[in-house]
């Protein structure tokens, strides 16, 4: 099971509130790199278990959440943010490996307490 | 073992696999980097015959695969990592899984050429980018700077226009080199600029891209610009590599071909490894049909023998 979707308008309940590191996907349809990394941010949540929650978030879906992803500082799909508590601490860009993936996030939310 | 195995998922190997799968010949495509290949990154594509609205690369490209597949094609989302051409049947292998078949399609396209400066691999999804289809959206009101001057550059400069406050065309030559129909609508398109004769010496940035070092190729000035991103269109490289040795090729790795045909009997190519001329969609599919063709007159040889 992947990530969930995430709406700007969740983000502060979603994102900021938890105690728990957040990585949000951002991603969108027409990206042929997201399709591709697909099978990998499925694996994604399991692997993450309770340590961090992944949520997905559609820069297409419409204008203002293209204008979020921009103000977050998105420039590319797909990336691979990760908050503590609202926070940026990291980032990945572009088709990674599981492995790859992982241990990047791992290594950023080790800092996260 | 296959009739035939075709590597690559653009056009041309799309078009192969229909035509050969709906000529009963057990067919695998054994996809590679992505469906569509090249389209797959190409955000509008205005130019493929039947659709006169145009439509999206992954739109087209997802059409051109079900195509294929209504016929039986068969597809392998993996990379071809190893051949062997010796004898038949031509053996393919994709790690360790050892695939064969009787004839071959190549249709391995090309990849991105990438310009080899100071700055452009550690900023490579970070403001440095190949697909304007991907990334176009989020650079709504920023600055982006193409690097190129034929179709695919001002095209992408088009599509980035949408959304980008201004976009500056980098060429090193001093005209472009794109279409008519291309060049007339970039230069009625208020939003891009165009910087002739031009080439970008380093991409500057911490995290991001900030700025890019041009140097005038008539004068050897150089200008340092302020922009967001860097989207590369200065052509492409064979992905021909695996058949070395097997298939005769120029030191670029350009094949040598006639017409579909290689040295190899049973060995075909198609799409742009075969075509250093025109390089459309319309013209990828036509050489992947002649591909397939070929492949099932040659089989059929094979088989009165």
């Known amino acids: ?113 | 073992m296959y009739d035939v195995i075709i590597l690559g998922a653009g056009p041309s190997g799309l078009t192969a696999a229909m035509y050969a799968a709906r000529s009963k010949l057990r067919t695998l495509v054994v996809i590679g980097p992505m469906v569509g290949g090249q389209i797959a990154l190409t955000y509008q594509i205005d130019n493929y015959p039947g659709f006169p609205d145009g439509l999206t690369g992954p739109e087209l490209s997802d059409r051109f695969k079900m195509h294929a597949e209504r016929f039986g094609a068969e597809f392998l989302d993996a990379e071809a990592t190893q051949v062997d051409f010796t004898s038949i049947p031509y053996k393919v292998w994709v790690g360790e899984k050892l695939l064969e078949a009787k004839s071959i399609i190549v249709a391995t396209g090309m990849t991105h050429r990438k310009l080899g400066i100071t700055g452009e691999d550690r900023l490579f999804g970070r403001g440095v980018f190949v697909c304007a289809t991907c990334d176009a959206v989020l650079y709504e009101d920023k600055k982006v700077v193409v690097v190129g001057g034929g179709d695919s550059a001002v095209q992408e400069a088009i599509d980035l226009a949408k959304f980008a406050s201004e976009v500056t065309l980098i060429h090193r030559r001093d005209e472009l080199r794109s279409c008519r129909c291309l060049t007339d609508k970039a230069m009625s398109e208020p939003k891009i600029k165009f910087l002739y004769s031009t080439v970008v010496d380093e991409i500057i940035g911490e995290k991001r891209v900030q700025q890019v070092r041009l140097r005038n190729l008539k004068t050897e000035a150089t200008s340092v610009i302020d922009t967001d991103g860097v989207l590369l269109a200065i052509g492409w490289n064979p992905n021909t590599s695996i058949f070395k040795g097997y298939l005769d090729m120029d030191e670029s790795g350009n094949l040598e071909t006639f017409g579909v045909k290689t040295r190899k009997p049973g060995v075909y190519v198609a799409g742009d490894l075969m075509d250093m001329d025109y390089r459309q969609v319309v013209t990828s599919c036509g050489s992947g049909c002649a591909a397939a063709l070929e492949a099932m007159h040659w089989l059929e040889t094979q088989l009165v023998r």
């Not at chain 1, 728990?20 to 994604?44: A, D, G, M, N, Y």
């Not at chain 1, 949520?55 to 977050?72: G, H, P, Q, W, Y």
Request: hydrophobic share 35%; aromatic share 8%.
């Open chain 1, 1 to 113: 099971m992947s990530g969930e979707n995430l709406q700007f308008g969740d983000w502060d309940n979603r994102v900021v509130k938890p105690e728990k590191p957040v990585i949000v996907e951002f991603w969108h349809e027409s990206c042929p790199t997201c399709k591709k990394i697909e099978s990998t941010v499925q694996e994604l949540p399991q692997k993450l278990g309770d340590r961090a929650t992944l949520l997905r978030f559609n820069v297409m879906e419409s204008r203002e959440a293209r204008r979020f992803a921009i103000d977050k500082g998105v420039i590319g799909t797909p990336t691979f943010k990760v908050y503590c508590k609202g926070i940026e601490k990291g980032e990945i860009v572009g088709l990674e490996t599981i492995t790859n993936l992982l241990g990047t996030i791992e290594n950023i939310i080790k800092d996260c307490a």
